[in-house]
T-cell receptor, first 113, second 115 residues
Framework: DGGITQSPKYLFRKEGQNVTLSCEQN?????MYWYRQDPGQGLRLIYY???????QKGDIAEGYSVSREKKESFPLTVTSAQKNPTAFYLC????????????FGDGTRLSIL | DQQVKQNSPSLSVQEGRISILNCDYT??????FLWYKKYPAEGPTFLIS?????DKNEDGRFTVFLNKSAKHLSLHIVPSQPGDSAVYFC??????????????FGSGTQLTVLP
């Protein structure tokens, strides 16, 4: 079964710690995305990548970093510079063709201890 | 500045009746619109989309209507079922051939279908 796998489902971070959220897809999709969702709000774009070894900042990239060394993988690091990291993080991917919707993983909930 | 707005945070509908979810946008460059459904602690699931060259797209119980002059779209669910109870997000983008498409999301509407 093809899909997008995010891990872990729940993650706790201590103050001052960097943490990395995993996103893997076996859909052979070109583009991958990271979004953040806060309560009562829509999804906001953090970073996206169109191809391997290329990525672009979204609307709220400060305090986050990404890499795209493989087509299937797009990990997100939440750094200590992100002052309000508690949120639900969603990874998405899609084919770079007209009319192709983004498909989402089931998310990672990050909380600060 | 919110470019995509869902002004109703919640909607309750009786089972079997029509659910109408609304979405307004301000950016006239948007030309591709999508609706996603989301259950708690899960990722959004794509429901239906519409390109700006159309004013209606239908898929089973779901129909999306686009009014470009009013910059308004709506999702109709007929008949509504209890399993439709979820948060519905409207999203919009500018289509770019061969490029990653940045989606701008509304804040969502919680639909509750009462049995």
């Amino acid at each position: 079964d093809g899909g997008i796998t995010q891990s872990p489902k729940y993650l706790f971070r201590k103050e001052g710690q960097n943490v990395t959220l995993s996103c893997e897809q076996n859909l052979n999709h070109d583009a991958m995305y990271w979004y953040r969702q806060d309560p009562g709000q829509g999804l906001r774009l953090i970073y996206y990548s169109q191809i391997v070894n290329d990525f672009q900042k979204g609307d709220i990239a400060e305090g986050y970093s990404v890499s795209r060394e493989k087509k299937e993988s797009f990990p997100l690091t939440v750094t200590s510079a992100q002052k309000n990291p508690t949120a639900f993080y969603l990874c998405a991917s899609h084919r770079r063709r007209e009319g192709q919707p983004q498909h989402f993983g089931d998310g990672t909930r990050l909380s600060i201890l | 500045d919110q470019q995509v707005k869902q002004n109703s945070p919640s909607l309750s509908v009786q089972e079997g009746r029509i659910s109408i979810l609304n979405c307004d946008y301000t950016n006239s460059m948007f030309d591709y619109f999508l609706w996603y459904k989301k259950y708690p602690a899960e990722g959004p699931t794509f429901l239906i989309s519409i390109s700006s060259i159309k004013d209606k797209n239908e898929d089973g119980r779901f129909t999306v209507f686009l009014n470009k002059s009013a910059k308004h779209l709506s999702l109709h669910i007929v008949p509504s079922q209890p399993g439709d109870s979820a948060v519905y997000f409207c999203a919009a983008s500018v289509q770019q051939w061969g490029s990653a498409r940045q989606l701008t999301f509304g804040s969502g509407t919680q639909l509750t279908v009462l049995p």
